[in-house]
């Protein structure tokens, strides 16, 4: 099953407010790597996270990877319409090298 | 301009029917997968691939399978024994063999249609 749990599967905001997506997992994690994948295209590379508490940003994008590395996050301050999209989380645990998706949080944002 | 081609974009198939899909990388990566993504369902791993003449099952590898003879190309055979081959199947690459440590880059996609 899923190694990682991505909450919620949907989220729907104005433009202009903010979002967030979660990710979670049971077991602690070696690193985390965050994607966006465009309606009709493919996932993209965002950013790896790979120290406990490691915060970065990237324009209105912050991510977050827990104190535990059994948790991140990533949130867009005030969306914009180029923000639509699904956002995947992926891992991979200790010592297993195959990485792993979340099921994706999909993003509509009305302008 | 380096990237990672997927062919065809579209791909329509009868039951029963043996179909590859095409997965051709020019960034000179080692390592290359195959993902089945399905509404809901993220991105499952079928099949990768870490050097050239090796590969190894994914989380879903049962009715595919995989060749990697040269380092561009890792072509996908949906067999007639996959149940439910409808999906969209993408194909990626990264610069180490260790998933995680480096990112995916990922092709544009085959939608495979099996009725």
């Known amino acids: 099953g899923q190694q990682v749990m991505q909450i919620p599967q949907y989220q729907h905001v104005q433009e202009g407010e903010d979002f967030t997506t979660y990710c979670n997992s049971s077991?602690?994690?070696?690193?985390i790597q965050w994607y966006k994948q465009r309606p009709g295209g493919h996932p993209v590379f965002l950013i790896q996270?790979?120290?406990?508490?490691e915060v970065k940003k990237q324009k209105r994008l912050t991510f977050q990877f827990g104190e535990a590395k059994k948790n991140s996050s990533l949130h867009i301050t005030a969306t914009q319409t180029t923000d639509v999209g699904t956002y995947f989380c992926?891992?991979?645990?200790?010592?297993?090298?195959?990485?792993?998706f979340g099921k994706g949080t999909l993003l509509t944002v009305n302008p | 301009d380096g990237g990672i081609t997927q062919s065809p974009k579209y791909l329509f198939r009868k039951e029963g029917q043996n179909v590859t899909l095409s997965c051709e990388q020019n960034?000179?990566?080692?390592?290359m997968y195959w993902y089945r993504q399905d509404p809901g369902q993220g991105l499952r791993l079928i099949y990768y691939?870490?050097?050239?003449?090796?590969?190894q099952k994914g989380d879903i590898a049962e009715g595919y399978s995989v060749s990697r003879e040269k380092k561009e190309s890792f072509p996908l055979t949906v067999t007639s024994a996959q149940k439910n081959p409808t999906a969209f199947y993408l194909c990626?690459?990264?610069?180490?063999?260790?998933?995680?440590?480096?990112?995916?880059?990922f092709g544009n996609g085959t939608r495979l249609t099996v009725t």
């Open positions: 990626a690459s990264s610069t180490t063999g260790a998933p995680g440590n480096s990112p995916l880059h």
């Open positions: 996270l790979v120290k406990s508490g």
């Open positions: 691939s870490q050097i050239v003449n090796d590969f």
């Open positions: 960034l000179n990566h080692d390592a």
């Open positions: 077991t602690t994690l070696s690193n």
């Open positions: 992926a891992a991979i645990r200790g010592s297993n090298y195959k990485l792993t």
